[in-house]
T-cell receptor
Framework: RKEVEQDPGPFNVPEGATVAFNCTYSNSASQSFFWYRQDCRKEPKLLMSVYSSGNEDGRFTAQLNRASQYISLLIRDSKLSDSATYLCVAREAGNTPLVFGKGTRLSVIA | EPEVTQTPSHQVTQMGQEVILRCVPISNHLYFYWYRQILGQKVEFLVSFYNNEISEKSEIFDDQFSVERPDGSNFTLKIRSTKLEDSAMYFC?????????????FGPGTRLTVT
């Protein structure tokens, strides 16, 4: 069965805090990994892809450990606008379906 | 910036009725998808569509569901006889063909409420 599991949350953090989300995937055939952001009652939007070597996009850093089938997302210097649900997503090769985790809700508090 | 559009934004229907959810994918995209999200649950894959045929479908996508690309722009999801448990957000997505990790672009969704 192809599952993606995430910290259930919610994470309530003050502005400026660093917060980390973890995720594991069960399908060893997964080749592509992503973090999506979903605001309440809105569509998922791609935050960043996750590469084997790890990658950074501004305040966001993603890591992948294929041996442990583990993915992480680190958000530094949290902003109020970061409040959302963060979805961990895995996919096999090519145009195969995305497999979503249930998401971790983040609330950044002033 | 090109985007996926969906209509209607909210559909209310009675149990047993047929509904058609509409999507206009990004114009140069070749792969199309439907996902659904029941309130409070994860986004789940329903079906993918390429070259005018179903490419892959999940166990959710039973005989009550069908998809169609009736013209060069629209992509539709039909539910023949809706059940209460079909109430969910339905998201359409599209992507280009080719590339190692190309993005699936999601539409804003249609909220389906079955009463």
């Amino acid at each position: 069965r192809k599952e993606v599991e995430q910290d259930p949350g919610p994470f309530n953090v003050p502005e400026g805090a660093t917060v980390a989300f973890n995720c594991t995937y069960s399908n060893s055939a997964s080749q592509s990994f992503f973090w999506y952001r979903q605001d309440c009652r809105k569509e998922p939007k791609l935050l960043m892809s996750v590469y084997s070597s790890g990658n950074e996009d501004g305040r966001f850093t993603a890591q992948l450990n294929r041996a442990s089938q583990y993915i992480s997302l680190l958000i530094r210097d949290s902003k109020l606008s970061d409040s959302a649900t963060y979805l961990c997503v895995a996919r096999e090769a090519g145009n195969t379906p995305l497999v979503f985790g249930k998401g971790t809700r983040l609330s950044v508090i002033a | 910036e090109p985007e996926v559009t969906q209509t209607p934004s909210h559909q209310v229907t009675q149990m047993g009725q047929e509904v058609i959810l509409r999507c206009v994918p990004i114009s140069n995209h070749l792969y199309f998808y439907w996902y659904r999200q029941i309130l409070g649950q994860k986004v789940e894959f329903l079906v993918s569509f390429y070259n005018n045929e179903i490419s892959e479908k999940s166990e959710i996508f039973d005989d009550q569901f069908s998809v169609e690309r009736p013209d060069g722009s629209n992509f539709t999801l039909k539910i023949r006889s809706t059940k209460l448990e079909d109430s969910a957000m339905y998201f359409c997505a599209s992507s280009e063909l080719g590339g190692a990790a190309y993005e699936q672009y999601f539409g804003p969704g249609t909220r389906l409420t079955v009463t």
